[in-house]
């Protein structure tokens, strides 16, 4: 059996498309549990992220950031609604009922990496490819591309051990890349990692977003508004819905350059403001 095409798009079709949309959420609700322990986490989130966009999602701790990625990545059925990622939709079957999304659509990055410790970053890459089936020659060539492209080109036969935190995410966001998949979601994926290295895996997401011949789209949960700064939008997701939020307003940061004016007006009225 030959490699099945993994992509929904030649890089050519991919191109034509940038810009246009490519995940898009409409009315999704989700709840845990029933009767009076009921839990409605999702109660309607409605978001779209064009192809080449790089997303971040924020939000307090047990909003439903998690739930949110894991339907759309085919990892969890939602109660109601839908989601269009290209050509397929889906959203309320079971993990069961979207393998094709998993292999073919989404790829994910998650926060402690998820890398088997005792194969090599190259066989870690190339091991993902192989279990959906792309035989082990291209595997070791489509590794061997995504790796040189994260940076780790010279460490391909390190294993993890053998890496720092920041290059073993990096190894992580190759095998999520290797796949030519055209969506990426990131749950936290900078939390095990020192600030420098959160930053360069912020550069390199930038620059897979922005890459002119194969854009990709990434949705990613950070706590770090220094980080989500980076994205080209910031989602925040509060009670039940997404709603588009300006990274610095909702930090309270714009209270800090909002001119000494408004600064002195504010002073003069009540002596302060709230942090
Ligand atoms: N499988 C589950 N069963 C029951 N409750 C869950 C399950 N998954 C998540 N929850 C609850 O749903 C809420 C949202 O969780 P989650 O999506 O992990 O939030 P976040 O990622 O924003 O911190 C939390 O209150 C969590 O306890
Ligand atoms: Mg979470």
């Given amino acids: 059996m030959g490699f099945p095409n993994i992509s929904s798009y030649t890089t050519s079709e991919r191109y034509d498309m940038k810009g246009v949309e490519m995940l898009s959420v409409q009315g999704l609700t989700k709840a845990f549990g ?43 059925a939602g109660d109601d609604g839908s989601i269009t990622l290209g050509k397929r939709t889906y959203g309320l079957k079971g993990p069961s009922s979207v393998v094709d999304v998993r292999r073919e659509l989404v790829g994910w990055i998650f926060q402690d990496f ?6 090599t970053a190259i066989d870690n890459v190339a091991m993902a490819l192989e279990l959906s089936g792309m035989p082990s020659s291209e595997a070791v060539f489509a590794a061997q591309t995504a790796l040189t ?18 290059q073993q995410q990096r190894v992580a966001i190759a095998r999520a890349i290797a796949g030519n998949r055209p969506v990426l979601l990131a749950d936290e994926p900078t939390g095990n990692l020192d600030i420098a290295s959160g930053k360069e895996v912020m550069a390199l997401f930038k620059e897979l977003c922005h890459d002119e011949e194969n854009p990709i789209s990434i949705l990613m949960v950070t706590h770090d508004p220094d980080l989500a700064s980076n994205a080209d939008r910031m989602l925040l997701l509060n009670d039940g819905r997404t709603e588009a939020s300006d990274i610095r307003s ?26």
């Fill in 34 to 76: 029933s009767g009076s322990n009921k839990l409605q986490v999702l109660k309607g989130v409605d978001m779209n992220i064009k192809q080449g966009e790089m997303v971040a999602l924020m939000g307090p701790s047990g909003s439903g950031k998690s739930t949110l990625l894991n339907i759309i990545g085919g990892l969890l």
């Fill in 114 to 119: 998820h890398l088997l410790d005792n194969l």
């Fill in 149 to 166: 492209k994260v940076g780790l080109g010279d460490r391909m036969h390190f294993i993890p051990d053998q890496l720092s935190g920041g």
């Fill in 250 to 275: 909702a930090w309270g940061l714009d209270h800090e350059d909002d001119t000494a004016a408004e600064a002195a007006e504010t002073e003069s009225e009540e002596g302060g403001e709230e942090e």
